[in-house]
Structures are given as C-alpha cells and as structure tokens.
C-alpha cells in the first residue's frame, strides 16, 4: 500500500514545505534533511531553515548533514529502511551512495520543464531570460545534474510583471500536486519515467554577484526581466555615487531621450533611468545602509538627481 512507502524528504527552503506537508500526508515520512543552521543577517544570528521548522511541527526527525560527499548519509538512510527518497531544492548534489541508499529510488521535484534551465537556480533564470512559461518535473534521479529520466511535467505560466520570489510560491504549490497526484504513480511503477533531450538542455547556474549587476547597455526589458528574477533577493544592483543600489522592482517607460546608457531624469518624482535600448522608471530600491523605499522617495530623499550616471 502506497501509504505505508517508508519515504525521506530532502529540502531546505521555504518553497519546499508544501511538498513537505503533501509527503507527510501520503506516505511513512521516517525521515527529513535540510541543510544546517546557518548565521545570516547584520547580527549573523543563527537561522533556522524553513523546512526544519515545518519539519518539527510535524514531528518529524531532521537530520542536518554537515557533508554530503563524504559522511554516512547514505547509512543514515539504510537505518531508517527508506523505499524512497524526495527531493526539492535541497541545495546539494547527492553523492551515488546515497543515491543508491532507497530500495526504490531518488525522486526530484525540479522547478523547470525539463531539460529547460537544469541546475540550481532555476526559477531566477526562467524569469530573467524571458521566458513565458516553466512548471515542476518529477525526475527520477540519477549521478548527472538534473538530467535523470522525468515521470511528469506539470507547466504554468509566468505572468508579465511576476517576480521570482512570487513565482516560487506558485510552483511550491504546484510541486505538492505532484506529490499528492503525480508521486505514488510513479513510485507503483504506473508512470513510465522518459529520457530527456539532452540536445535541448538549458542551463541554470547558482546566481553570483556578478548576475546581480545591472549592465545599462542593456536593453529595457533585459534589465526588467533581471530585477524581478532577482526579487526579493539578493536584488539587481548598480551604484549611485560610489554607493550601492539595489534595484527590487522596475517597469518600461516610452522615455526615448538622448542620454547616455544609466543616465538618470525624472518625470515628476518619478526616477527614469536610459538603457541602452528605451527607459526604465525605478519603482523600488535600497541604498546600502538604508531601507528599502518607493522610487520616488529615491528622488524626494535626494539619492537619485537628474544627470546622475548609474554603474559609473
């Protein structure tokens, strides 16, 4: 019986708690791994992940493996007589010893259509390319990254102004359809696991700093589609008179003036900024040391003047 699967779940965000919850609602949950406690903020006080928490008030053991590669995770899961391991955005490759540690396999919840935007930051770039549509495939895992045969492919569509932040959200949810609907088939031998296109792979890196920067000779749309696939974080950013200034959120505007690429000009209080094709008007942002503010309020607390050069 599907329910009585003896399952380990493997996650660390908060986007991973609905499937979290959807796992514990539909099989023998013996088991869960995040990554550890780690500090983070101006305190750097200790912060527990989301799906440790969830985990917790659930009831559920966690285990917060400090290495991967080269602990006994793969002997964690044998103790525990694990049928079925389910991942979602854990945040570490798993070594073949654990992958071979469940009787009946690793299955991973990927946020993207694949062999679209394999890799760690899936999401991020689906929005920061353009693209109009992603969606969870349910993958059975394999030693290669995110190229496993997939069970299902459940898509939605990524709306014109939809930040990563909100996007993760939806596809959460979607992730816990598949887990509730899409999962136990899979797991019962009822859904046949297809190869992917390897032709066709895309590719999705962890973002560094050097993603997040804002290049004004880019076009408007380019530099949109980056602050909101970096919204809410880390953020686009360019500097400001030497400072830093985190773009969260931005729109096109029909502003064709002659300026140069980053040149700022207002309209009202309204800050615009040219690109190197059409405008942008900065609706949100954060200069370092200081809160995050409306665009206008940029302006009205003289951060942003007419004839600054942004990224200078």
Same mark, same amino acid.
């Given at each position: ?9 493997? #996650? ?8 979290? /919850?959807?796992?514990?609602?539909? /099989?023998?949950?013996? !088991? ?6 780690? =500090? ?9 992940? &989301?799906?440790? /928490? ?9 285990? *917060? ?5 080269t ?9 525990? *007589? ?9 945040g570490?490759?798993?070594?073949? =010893?654990?992958?071979?540690? =469940? ?17 760690? $930051? ?12 992603? !969606? ?22 990524? %709306? ?8 993760? %959200? ?12 899409d999962? =136990? ?19 999705a890196? &962890? ?5 997040? *920067?804002?290049?004004? %000779?880019?076009?408007?749309?380019e530099?949109?589609?980056? +602050? ?25 505007? %029909?502003?064709? /003036? #002659?300026? $140069? $690429? ?9 800050p ?7 405008? +942008?008007?900065?609706?949100? !942002? ?7 503010c $409306? !665009? ?10 007419? #004839?600054?050069?942004?990224?200078s």
């Open positions: 019986m599907y329910q009585k699967v003896r399952t380990v779940f493997f #996650g660390t965000p908060e986007m991973a708690v609905p499937s979290l /919850t959807a796992l514990a609602r539909t /099989t023998e949950v013996v !088991g869960v791994v995040c990554q550890p406690d780690r =500090p983070a903020g101006r305190g750097l006080r200790l912060c527990v992940p &989301p799906v440790k /928490t969830a985990a917790l008030q659930l009831g559920l053991p966690v285990h *917060q493996p400090v290495k991967v590669k602990g006994n995770l793969h002997e964690w899961l044998a103790e525990r *007589q694990t049928d079925v391991v389910v991942v979602m955005a854990y570490r490759i798993l070594p073949p =010893p654990v992958l071979r540690a =469940p009787t009946k396999g690793c299955f991973n919840l990927h946020a993207s259509v694949l062999p679209r935007y394999r890799g760690a $930051a899936p999401v991020n770039w689906a929005i920061i390319r353009g693209e109009s549509e992603t !969606g969870i495939s349910l993958m059975h895992m394999d030693e290669g990254l995110d190229t496993g045969p997939v069970f299902a492919v459940r898509r939605l569509s990524i %709306s014109a102004d939809e930040t990563a932040g909100e996007l993760a %959200s939806r596809l959460a949810e979607l992730a816990a359809e598949v887990v509730r609907e999962l =136990p088939r899979a797991v019962t031998g009822q859904l046949e696991a297809k190869a992917q296109d390897d032709p066709l792979a895309t590719w890196p &962890p973002i560094t700093r050097e993603h997040c *920067q804002i290049d004004w %000779s880019r076009s408007a749309r530099i949109v589609c980056l +602050v909101r696939g970096l919204a809410p974080r880390p953020g686009a950013h360019t500097t400001v008179a030497g400072r830093c200034l985190r773009i969260l959120a931005a729109r096109e505007v %029909s502003n064709e /003036t #002659g300026m $140069a $690429a980053g040149a700022v000009s207002l309209s009202g209080c309204r615009n900024v040219r690109t190197g094709k059409g405008s +942008v008007e900065l609706l949100s !942002g954060q200069l370092e040391g200081r809160r995050v $409306a !665009g206008t309020d940029l302006v009205n607390g003289r951060i942003l003047r007419t #004839g600054d050069t942004l990224g």
